[in-house]
Each structure stands twice: as structure tokens, then as C-alpha cells.
């Protein structure tokens, strides 16, 4: 027993000091730490929307797009939360009746309604972008194309969104935006690395967007844009060839093949046994070839398929000019194009056909991709009819041309070549946004790609409570240290001897 006591005097870690001092050390650590993983813990995310609507010339389509509400900045990831596909045909469409193109938006704008959450809708911007359809309205009758924008902006003004207008993109914005959508989304602009090209095919229009060593804006300057995102600068090449959109590009195909204004056109971009009968009037009603028409046609023609792909390839060859060129190097049309560089996304109609024709492999050689192609062109209609019951008969009628346009615009017009073509991604979504101009439309009227990197991110909750908690131990581990000196000097053993 008195050894016992003895030992307990000795030992100053049984005194009340360093008793009291450990206990406070112990409850100011356990306290540190809980601030650390209580207090600071993440709040509620809550987010911000906004909407676009792409007003294209076959269809108009709704994107609501996401972000977290509380990002400094708003240097948060912007994702497409939401999409509707408006019933009918495009505004352009709706000239002689504009109401309709309103009324025509109605219900996806219902749908936003309910998609956004109440309380955030009169914060959110609403903005309606109009492409190549409106542009050729524009270019024939701007009276009516006022008319159409008067309609759908009072459609629009009807809903609790914050709407900021409703215009015509230029083709150059049309391309620049696409491009800035597709690398936003691969996160390109925010690491800094190098780009991918933007090929946009719509019905009207189509646009290329890369970036190339080789250009610096000064030739051609049309051509160029400049953009300074994330604390680096870009020159960007882009051009936009309006009539070159896949259904305005069949328009030119067929003014050529009917320059003469025959009665019957045996076409080899249709599949054999195909047969219909057109109007010369609706086949005319397009800038694009109004000034083609022949003199002296009759009303109707008889548009039947032969589907054989080298005629058709030879036949859609006649759309391109590829004779002038005042530059050191041209795509098509005397437009000049620098050397391709890089990676490129093909998006929009090169997508909705690519993929049904089964050909988004761009690692299948292109000569194995024509084969194929030949194959399915000179496939019956009525196969083909029977083969895709749900298809609308309007694209399957023209599949074999769209998919032979696109091969012709990429090689021929383009300058792609079988090495290069396997720089192509055929592409519908990046991360689960669909690629197209409307993103980075929005991006860039509601600056939320900063011009400069932002600053270095803070530390996320986890690494916080991490560091916390190691602090904490290290402090209280020299606590134990600078309490050496009141340590034991000898062993158990040794103090009981
Ligand atoms: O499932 C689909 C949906 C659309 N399209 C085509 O894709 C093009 C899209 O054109 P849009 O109206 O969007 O574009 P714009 O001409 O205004 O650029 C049009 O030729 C449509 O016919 C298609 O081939 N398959």
C-alpha cells in the first residue's frame, strides 16, 4: 500500500494541473474538430435556371439549363437539366399565319413552367434564338419575319420567365457558339487544353468552327472570332454556309437535277421503286434556288429513285463550286478554310443521320463506310418502308441522299481525307447536354464564362474537415510533448525498486 502511494506522488501525471490541463486540451480538440464537420458542412445545394429555345428551320426545341445557385461568379458546371421538342414545323414556317408560331410554343413553355421551380421564375432569362430558317424569311420578306418575332414575343412575355428577346443569330454566332458548347462541355476552356471543332448541319444551314495554328484571323478576318475565356485567348475559324443545311442542300441537288424542267426525274439518291410527285412552285419556294426556276416547266414532276450511290455522289457533287478560290486554301464556294487541325464533334442532322444510318464509327475506314452506304441506297423503298415502320416518310426518303451529302460535304467539301475523317465524333449529347448553339448562347449572355481563370477553388468539405481534425491531433500530440518535462523519468519497475 505505501509503495503504492509513494508511486502516486511520483508520478505527476496524477496531479490535479496536468489532469485539468489534458481535459481542456481534449474537450478544445473534440470542440475544433466539431466546428470543423458541423458548421461548416455544405448547405442545401439550390440552383439557378435558364432557358433557351432554338428556333431552327424544320423545328423549334426547348433547353433548361441548370447551375448551383451559390457558386461565386457563377463558375458552377452549367448542365441541361430538361428538353421539349415543340409540335410542328419551325417558325419560319408560320409566315402568312404568325399567331401560330406563338401559340406553337405554348405547350413546352408550360412544361418549363412546371420543370422550374416556382419560386426561381421570375429570375430565370428566357431567350429564343432563331437560325437559318429565319434568316432566308428575313431575306424574302422581313415584314413577315417581324410579324413571326412580334407573335412569339408576345407568346413568350405571357409566362413568369425573365424573357430577354427573341433575334436572328448570324451563321458566325450560330458556328462560335456550337464550339464554345462542345469544349464548355468536354471542359476544355477551363483546363486549358486544346479544342475540338464544332460541326453544326442543320436543314438550312451548316456551320464549321475550329481552331487552327495556321490562322490568326488575318486572312479572311470575316472568319475570325476572338475569344478570351478562362484567362486564355482563342481564334477561332468559323464559317456558315446558308443553303447548306441538309434539306436546303437536297433543294439544290434537285434545282440541278430538273434545270431543264422535265416531267419525270429519275433520281440516284432515292431507293429504287421510290416514286412521288412534286410541285415544281413548292420546290422553288426557297431563296436558295428561287432564281433557278426554268421557264416554261409544268405544275408537277415525277421524282422516282434508281439508288445507286456513285451517281448520287456525282449528282450532289454538282451543289459545291470548287473552281474559285482567291485564298491560300478554300472549303467550297471561293470560302476560304484553314488547314483542319485537331479533333471535331459533328452534331445536330450529321447525328440524326449518321446514326441511323449506323455509321457513327469513324474508326470504320470511310471506304468501308461508302460500301455500306451503297448497299442501304440501293435497298428497295418499300424494304425500306417495311424495315422502319415508325420512321417518318419524309426523312427515310431522303437518308440515302442525307447520308451521301454529309460524306461529300466532309471529304469534298471540307477537305477531309480517309486518314483525317477518324478525327470525326459523330455526336447527339457531351455529359448528358446535347451539343448544338443554344449552351454557349446562354453561357455568354449571362457571362458565366469568365474571361479570367478563377481564382484557386477552396478546399471541398471533406479536405476541410481532414486538415481540421489532423491539426488537431498534431497539436495535441506537442501538447503531450511540452509536457515532458513532468514526465516519469524512470520505469514502473524501476520506481517500485
Ligand atoms: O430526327 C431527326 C430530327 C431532325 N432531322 C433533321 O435535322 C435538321 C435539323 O435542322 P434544324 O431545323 O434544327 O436547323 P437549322 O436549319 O435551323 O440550322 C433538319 O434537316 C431535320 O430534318 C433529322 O434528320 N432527324
Redesign the pocket.
Known amino acids: 500500500m505505501s509503495a503504492q502511494r509513494e508511486m502516486k506522488e511520483k508520478n505527476p501525471w496524477h496531479t490535479p494541473v496536468t489532469i485539468i490541463i489534458t481535459v481542456i486540451g481534449v474537450i478544445a480538440i473534440v470542440a475544433l474538430v466539431t466546428v470543423a464537420v458541423v458548421q461548416n458542412r455544405p448547405l442545401p445545394q439550390k440552383y439557378k435556371y435558364g432557358i433557351v429555345l ?6 423549334t ?1 426547348l433547353y433548361i439549363y441548370e447551375w448551383p445557385a451559390e457558386k461565386d461568379n457563377n463558375t458552377g458546371r452549367v448542365e441541361q437539366k430538361h428538353s421539349c421538342k415543340v409540335d410542328g414545323p ?1 417558325i419560319s414556317s408560320y409566315a402568312s399565319a404568325p399567331l401560330k408560331a406563338g401559340q406553337s410554343l405554348r405547350e413546352c413553355m408550360q412544361k418549363a413552367e412546371k420543370w422550374v421551380p416556382s419560386k426561381r421564375h421570375h429570375e430565370t432569362p428566357l431567350y429564343l434564338g ?5 434568316r432566308l424569311l428575313n431575306m424574302v420578306d422581313s415584314v413577315a419575319s417581324e410579324d413571326v418575332f412580334q407573335a412569339v414575343k408576345e407568346a413568350l412575355q405571357k409566362f413568369p420567365f425573365s424573357y430577354q428577346g427573341a433575334r436572328i443569330l448570324s451563321g458566325q454566332e ?1 458556328g462560335a457558339f456550337g464550339w464554345v458548347t462542345v469544349n464548355y462541355l468536354d471542359e476544355r476552356l477551363k483546363q486549358g487544353l486544346e479544342t475540338t471543332g464544332a460541326l ?7 456551320q464549321i468552327s475550329f481552331v487552327s495554328d495556321n490562322y490568326d484571323g488575318s486572312e479572311s478576318p470575316n472568319n475570325s472570332v476572338n475569344f478570351r475565356l478562362y484567362g486564355n485567348d482563342y481564334n477561332l475559324y468559323t464559317h456558315s454556309f446558308l443553303c447548306y ?4 442542300a437536297h433543294r439544290l441537288k434537285l434545282a440541278h437535277q430538273t434545270q431543264s424542267g422535265p416531267n419525270a426525274v429519275a433520281d440516284p439518291c432515292s431507293h429504287p421503286g421510290y416514286n412521288a410527285t412534286k410541285k415544281y412552285s413548292v420546290l422553288y419556294d426557297s431563296p436558295c434556288v428561287s432564281d433557278r426556276k426554268p421557264q416554261g416547266a409544268p405544275a408537277t414532276f415525277h421524282h422516282t429513285g434508281t439508288g445507286n450511290l456513285q451517281q448520287c455522289q456525282e449528282v450532289v457533287r454538282n451543289v459545291f463550286n470548287f473552281t474559285d478560290c482567291k485564298y491560300s486554301h478554300c472549303s467550297f464556294n471561293g470560302v476560304f478554310q484553314p488547314i483542319l487541325q485537331g479533333g471535331f464533334g459533328a452534331f ?2 450529321y447525328y ?2 449518321m446514326d ?1 444510318l449506323n455509321l457513327t464509327d469513324t474508326t470504320v475506314p470511310l471506304e468501308a463506310v461508302k460500301e455500306q452506304l451503297k448497299a442501304y441506297c440501293a435497298t428497295p423503298w418499300d424494304q425500306i418502308v417495311q424495315q422502319h415502320p415508325k420512321a ?1 416518310l ?2 427515310l426518303a ?2 440515302c441522299f ?1 447520308g451521301t451529302y454529309i460524306l461529300s460535304l466532309l471529304t469534298e467539301g471540307y477537305n477531309f481525307t480517309s486518314v483525317t475523317y477518324s478525327d470525326i465524333k459523330f455526336i447527339e449529347k457531351i455529359k448528358g447536354s446535347d451539343a448544338g448553339w443554344t449552351l454557349g448562347y446562354m453561357l455568354n449572355l449571362t457571362n458565366m464564362i469568365p474571361a479570367e481563370a478563377p481564382d484557386f477553388p477552396p478546399l471541398p468539405h471533406a479536405g476541410y474537415v481532414s486538415i481540421v481534425t489532423i491539426i488537431a491531433v498534431l497539436i495535441f500530440i506537442l501538447f503531450l510533448f511540452s509536457l515532458r518535462p513532468l514526465w516519469p523519468r524512470c520505469s514502473k519497475q524501476q520506481q517500485i525498486v
Open positions: 432554338d428556333a431552327g428551320s424544320s423545328h426545341a419551325g432563331a437560325t437559318a430558317g429565319m450560330e453544326d448541319l442543320g436543314g438550312a444551314s451548316t443545311g441538309k434539306d436546303q445536330s442532322a440524326f443521320v441511323f417518318k419524309k426523312y431522303e437518308y442525307s
